[in-house]
């Protein structure tokens, strides 16, 4: 890792083990321009590549002699509305109605280490782990500041980005459109890999040409969203899962996103993600900063995988925190499917007795424990223990849980607020809402207001009190609607345009004080199932439910768009009961828990009343876990076969970082008559090494148990057809 500043030329080489990074400060205006990324090169003199041409009909600053290329020009971060007519990065608004932002380049710091961003969650490392750049400029009419900041890693091919906005006039601004990273280049026929889906079927992996014009995803739901998702690749379109040019960026943000690209009149093309500008406008005070999210470049030349494993790294090293970061989780049961609302503690105590036999480790009481909530209608905001249901109290419950030999863990959706609850009939104003409007209703709830403080206290006592009164080591924290009819009662008329953002600083100061205060707290996130999975949250929770669907043949779909940039260890994943109750479809009990293996592997389901063979299968099940937990965790993940592409099978690897290990899972989704064998390519093992199947057993149709990594890499293994749909295996390869 290194970055250097060649005073000659005037380029910034960031340096990673295997990728460069160069910026150029070009023209007498010191415009700041993108000259590279890609393969590491070993010379900096690289200004020849810079594009100054004219474009034709564009107007320039000053009309001047010189050529007027705003239009064209390779930024790395834009201005607006002086002639650069592609999207611009950053917008405003003058106390005098105007817009119009140039940057030029003031001065530079160069510095070991990272600083943290103030307020928001981002990666982190020492002194010896990364190095910045910080790049300053400005608009001097404006006197508007920019500060543009890039961190390297010495482990990582990764580039975090993220910029802050000072306000160095003597009057207010207001700032109507902050993006967090801009990236120009050629359409070197790229195709752009984006994440789609709805509630049950999050992050399905779309991929389509770069074409003229813009090509976008976002989300204006004050949240990730289970529609879009704040990632978006471009590749070249004969890059392969495991070879070929690749770039990514991924938001380290949980609320509102854009992510585009947009390709211009001469086949150039601008990259480009942050805060969705939409209802965004953000007054800033003289003196005052705005810190913009950060977003996590990536590039890799060994295709999309080399991508993923670049983000797995790099998430699991330097964002993901606190005492589970490395470590196993607890094997939970979570009554929500067992019982939805309707339990009391006899049944949860029924539950955890049968659990903590087979070996389950941790009860998790979901929803319908506190107020009066015995369905989705009320009681949010109300965050006391119902002892109608609960006889003997929370403390009486644990302490029977513990008493197992189990953890105990509970459910909370601290950012809501029930208009049928004391707390609303209390605090009206306490929502979110526009002032004399009738405010939309969602699963028959409101947002709270987190942009106030006295509200944030307010919540965070409640929950903190009731995480005081029990030995409680587990908090799912769900967020179960998406934000509308904005509009705030603690703010003035022109801070109504920062609600979006500030409730989103308040969900990570909260989290923050959560995990503050009780460190040993295992924090799982949560949003309707998997609408808030993103770099944000993983800040502040080593894991997130990745959907509300857990049929072993939709979570295919859903984990792998997910593991596409999260690691596995953040994606919760159980077996939970059949028929599915999302899709009604029935697939065996074995197939549930290879698939559920994939993520932090539990139980949603009443295992006193699953099929006895079932329930048999779960401490076969816990000991895979246990066995195999470390691997998935920690190894080099794979995509070798995607259902949703071939319609029949999926299959991918979990390789060790020593390659002294590597397990296969492969599911036959959909049998076929009169099949042969199917051919599978095992990659990322040594091509020295000699691997033996070490489950052989469980695979008799296949004879020889010995084989080279390479042999298994490029001439692969024959698996035999399974009898039956939803089947699964386990293939398990260790060196010898
Ligand atoms: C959301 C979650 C579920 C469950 C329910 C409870 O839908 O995703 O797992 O906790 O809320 O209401």
């Known amino acids: ?129 990364c190095m910045t750049l910080e790049l300053t400029c400005e608009d001097k009419f404006l006197g508007l500041q920019v500060l543009l900041s890039y961190s390297i890693f010495a482990d990582s091919d990764a580039i975090a980005r993220s910029v802050k906005i000072v306000n160095r006039a003597d009057e207010a601004i207001y700032l109507t459109k902050v993006l967090s990273a801009c990236m120009d280049m050629d359409n070197d026929d790229y195709e752009m890999i984006t994440l789609h889906g709805s509630w049950a079927r999050e992050r399905a992996i779309q991929t389509r040409p770069v074409m003229k014009g813009k090509q976008s995803v976002s989300s204006i739901r004050g949240e990730s969203s289970h529609q879009e998702h704040p990632f978006m690749a471009w590749k070249k379109n004969t890059t392969t899962e495991e070879s070929g040019d690749i770039y990514a960026m991924n938001f380290v943000y949980s609320g509102n996103f854009m992510a585009q690209i947009e390709e211009n009149q001469f086949g150039g093309m601008r990259a480009m993600m942050g805060i969705n500008p939409y209802h965004f406008c953000w007054k800033l005070e003289p003196g005052e900063s705005f810190q913009a999210p950060e977003v996590i470049c990536v590039y890799s030349a060994d295709g999309i995988g080399g991508m993923t494993r670049c983000f797995h790294d790099l998430y699991r090293k330097h964002l993901i925190r606190g005492e589970y970061k490395d470590k196993k989780r607890p094997i939970l049961i979570n009554n929500w499917e067992a019982t939805y609302f309707d339990f009391n503690t006899e049944k949860l105590l029924g539950i955890a007795k049968q659990a903590s036999e087979l070996g389950i480790e941790m009860l998790v009481m979901d929803d319908g424990w506190f107020g009066r909530r015995n369905d989705d209608n009320s009681s949010l905001g109300d965050w006391q223990v119902n002892e109608s249901k609960l006889s003997g109290g929370l403390k009486h419950l644990v302490d029977e849980v513990n008493k197992l030999g189990m953890k105990f863990g509970i459910w909370f959706e601290p950012e809501m607020i029930s208009p049928d609850s004391d707390l609303y009939r209390a605090h009206p104003d306490w929502a979110i809402a526009i002032p ?121 779909s ?64 816990v000991a895979m876990y246990h066995k195999y937990n470390d691997l998935v965790r920690e190894g080099d993940y794979y995509r070798i076969a995607h259902y949703a592409d071939n319609h029949f099978y999926d299959c991918y690897e979990v390789v060790a970082k020593d390659k002294s290990e590597a397990l296969v899972t492969y599911i036959q989704v959909l049998n076929r008559p009169n099949f042969h064998s199917r051919r599978i390519h095992i990659p990322g093992l040594d091509p020295e090494k000699t691997y033996v199947i070490a489950n052989a057993q469980e695979w008799p149709e296949i004879k020889q148990t010995e084989y080279k990594g390479d042999t298994l890499h490029y001439a692969g293994l024959n698996i035999p057809p399974l009898w039956g749909d939803f089947k699964g295996r386990l293939l398990h390869l260790t060196a010898k």
């Open 1 to 129: 890792m290194n970055i250097s500043y060649n005073e000659g030329n005037r380029v910034f080489k960031l340096d990673t083990e295997h990728t460069s990074y160069c910026i150029g400060i070009v023209d007498e205006d010191n415009f700041i321009g993108h000259i590279y990324y890609g393969r590491k090169l070993t010379e900096d003199n690289l200004v020849y590549l810079m594009r100054t041409a004219e474009a034709p009909f564009v107007p320039s600053q000053n009309n001047r002699d010189r050529t007027s290329f705003l239009d064209t020009f390779p930024m790395e971060y834009t201005g607006n509305g002086l002639g650069d007519y592609r999207e611009g990065t950053l917008e405003v608004r003058t106390m005098g109605g105007h817009s119009g932002v140039s940057l030029s380049y003031v001065s530079h710091r160069i510095y070991d280490g990272k600083e943290a961003l103030e307020g928001l969650p981002a990666t982190f490392g020492g002194d010896k782990e």
């Open 436 to 556: 004399g409007r009738t405010g939309s209703l969602a699963r028959n709830q409101y947002v709270l207001d987190l942009t106030r403080k006295e509200v944030r206290d307010y919540v965070y006592e409640m929950v903190a009190s009731v995480l005081r009164s029990a030995n409680i080591e587990y908090v799912k924290w769900d967020m179960n609607r998406q934000l509308s009819d904005l509009g705030s009662y603690g703010l003035p008329a022109d801070r109504q345009g920062e609600i979006y953002h500030r409730q989103v600083l308040a969900v990570y100061e909260l989290q923050d004080r959560m995990t503050k205060e009780f460190p040993h707290l295992l924090l799982e996130n949560c949003s309707g199932g998997g609408a808030r999975f993103d770099a944000g949250m993983l800040y502040y929770s080593p894991q997130i439910w990745c959907s509300d669907d857990a049929d072993a043949v939709e979570r295919l």
């Open 558 to 621: 859903i984990q792998a768009g997910t593991a596409m940039i999260y690691p596995l260890s953040t994606m919760g994943a159980h077996v939970s009961d059949c028929p599915n109750h999302t899709v009604g479809r029935v697939t065996p009990f074995e197939t549930r828990g290879y698939v559920a293996l994939a993520g932090t592997f539990g139980y949603e389901l009443d295992v006193t009343k699953i099929p006895e063979a079932d329930r048999n299968m779960i401490p076969q099940q």
